[in-house]
């Protein structure tokens, strides 16, 4: 069992910052992916950026040169830097995990509870 507890939410001027964490605990297995999701209302979830226990990342295109996310492993924490933001990143942001016991596995999944992000104009 993995729990994921973010923080870091909150509300933001257009053009502000803001930084999101979230710390995974319980079983976390070395083959494993962290990232954020974002979800606004009557929208589907989206995946904003992820990053592998090697470090490699992905970004959605809306938030590349915005966005930067980082994890630190020893904490088995991740976080995301958001800058520039802009009322479009508004949305209830999810932290998740992906991992593997091995390469051929099956993957699992987990989910936090999501933590609010409000940009005003």
């Known amino acids: 069992q993995v729990q994921l507890v973010e923080s870091g939410g909150g509300l933001v001027r257009a053009g502000g910052s803001l930084r999101l964490s979230c710390a995974a605990s319980?079983?976390?297995?070395?083959?494993?992916?962290m990232g954020w999701y974002r979800q606004a209302p009557g929208k589907e979830r989206e995946l904003v950026a992820n990053?592998?226990?090697?470090?490699?990342?992905n970004y959605a295109s809306s938030v590349k040169g915005r966005f930067a996310i980082s994890r630190d492993n020893a904490k088995t924490t991740v976080y995301l830097q958001m800058n520039s933001l802009n009322p479009e990143d508004t949305g209830v942001y999810y932290c998740?995990?992906?991992?593997?016991?091995?390469?051929?596995?099956?993957?699992?999944?987990?989910w936090g509870q999501g933590t609010q992000v409000t940009v005003s104009s």
């Open positions: 998740h995990i992906e991992q593997r016991l091995w390469p051929a596995a099956p993957r699992k999944d987990y």
């Open positions: 319980g079983t976390i297995f070395s083959l494993n992916v």
């Open positions: 990053i592998n226990s090697g470090g490699i990342t």
